[in-house]
């Protein structure tokens, strides 16, 4: 029976119980979460900030608004940086009450974008052979230089998505053997997660991370059946295929026999250390799960509990380091990879101002909301200008294509590492 309302003119709306999420409940209004949200540190406005969105969930699980554009407008703000998590003495779990929530909503934007999201994230994303022919052909737009051509005769959205893609590398990532074995004494045998992106843009990092772990002690594993980590879709309203790819993810990594899955993307190692949560209620898989995100470590993660048994040469460079949001809110990893770079001789790392605040990246962010976006890289790219560092370390892709396109439009011109570019370039080994 519904409730009475005295007001006449009140419009009473359907309730959505999968909504009303233990999570939902946690919140006590304290906003301390306000001023480190970056949505609310620009609007200034309360349904931008993670207080006022866990109330508008509230009130959408009880039926006192509906789903409809202006809710999900308030829902697809949020970069879902998890800032406000590491803020909120409850403890409260907000990056499950926005991801439950979208998930209802379904991906953002227009129909047609909705639709061309719905293609990437079931068609694209789970088959890496069918986006590494995407990326080629985005290759060959570039180097035919029909992107020269074509751009100017964009509309301004797609103008700026344009300039923002980057140079696509003449060579993927590609690694025939399933197993290599450490270099010198075998101290741990681990997989590593290949990834949809990483392979394609930044396959220099994933061999740097081979080279680092091997050096290392690390029998490196890489299961030929792996896939995308799902973290995009989890993100953006899709379920079904993101808990497809985990399963698989889960099913080829066990049967590996690893003390460690070793991933080099913070926002990939976030995801997959909730698979547990996102296959919950799945009893076919959900103790599998818990195993599973039991073992997956970050990169720096991994070696700086493991230890840095390779020597270390000098780096002569001042750098300083963007602590990822993924890595340092949704993994609470701040410490390791510092600990990493200051153990390389000649490399002098000075601290950024706001180091853990989103640089706007953000998965698609940057394309979906590029005016806040953009907002939030100028705003970044300033703070760098102020170290005085030749260099940023952002151990995330996605940090780190964002960061690259912000030297380029905003400067200052400094280059961009992941961690294990430098620690490779500090272990290289004369004779391997």
Same mark, same amino acid.
């Given at each position: ?343 390389? +001789? =000649?490399?002098? !790392?000075?601290?950024?101002? @706001? $180091?853990? /605040? ?5 998965? &698609? #962010?940057? %394309? ?28 995330? +892709? =996605?940090?780190? !294509?964002?960061?690259?396109? @912000? $030297?380029? /439009? ?5 280059? &961009? #590492?992941? %961690? ?13």
């Amino acid at each position: 029976m519904e409730p009475h309302h005295n007001n006449p003119q009140e419009t009473v709306h359907a309730k959505v119980p999968s909504l009303d999420i233990p999570e939902l409940h946690q919140c006590v209004h304290c906003g301390l979460c306000l001023n480190q949200c970056p949505t609310y540190r620009v609007l200034r406005l309360e349904p931008a900030s993670p207080r006022g969105r866990i109330h508008l969930v509230n009130a959408a699980a009880e039926g006192r608004i509906e789903l409809g554009d202006r809710f999900k407008e308030h829902i697809y703000l949020c970069l879902l940086c998890r800032a406000c998590e590491t803020a909120c003495p409850s403890g409260v779990s907000y990056g499950r009450i926005a991801e439950t929530a979208r998930e209802q909503l379904g991906p953002p934007g227009s129909p047609f974008a909705r639709a061309l999201l719905n293609l990437v994230f079931t068609r694209l994303l789970p088959y890496p052979r069918r986006l590494r022919s995407v990326f080629a052909l985005l290759r060959l737009y570039q180097r035919t230089g029909m992107q020269r051509l074509v751009q100017p005769l964009l509309p301004g959205k797609l103008r700026d998505m344009d300039t923002m893609l980057p140079s696509i590398p003449a060579k993927f990532f590609r690694q025939k053997a399933m197993v290599l074995p450490a270099i010198g004494e075998r101290r741990a045998r681990v997989g590593l997660l290949n990834g949809c992106v990483m392979p394609l843009l930044f396959g220099d990092v994933n061999e740097a991370t081979i080279r680092v772990l091997r050096r290392n002690g690390c029998e490196i594993v890489l299961p030929k059946n792996q896939t995308c980590c799902g973290a995009l879709n989890i993100h953006n309203g899709e379920g079904v295929a993101a808990k497809k790819m985990a399963r698989r993810n889960i099913d080829v990594f066990l049967e590996s026999k690893l003390d460690a899955i070793v991933v080099n993307a913070a926002g990939c190692g976030a995801a997959m250390k909730e698979y547990g949560y996102l296959l919950r209620d799945d009893p076919a898989y959900r103790e599998k799960a818990e195993s599973f995100s039991a073992r997956v470590k970050d990169a720096g993660e991994f070696l700086a509990a493991l230890g840095v048994s390779a020597g270390l040469r000098p780096v002569e460079m001042t750098v300083t380091y963007q602590d990822p949001c993924h890595l340092a809110h949704g993994q609470r990893i701040r410490a390791q990879p510092r600990q990493l770079l200051r153990m390389i +001789p =000649g490399l002098k !790392l000075t601290e950024l101002e @706001g $180091a853990d /605040r989103c640089c706007g990246s953000a998965g &698609i #962010y940057n %394309l979906t909301h590029s005016e806040m976006s953009q907002h939030l890289l100028k705003e970044k790219m300033q703070s760098v200008a102020a170290t005085g560092a030749e260099a940023i370390v952002a151990p995330n +892709p =996605g940090c780190m !294509l964002q960061l690259a396109y @912000g $030297a380029r /439009r905003y400067g200052p011109p400094v280059k &961009i #590492y992941h %961690l294990m570019d430098l620690l490779d370039r500090a272990s290289d080994a004369a004779g391997e």
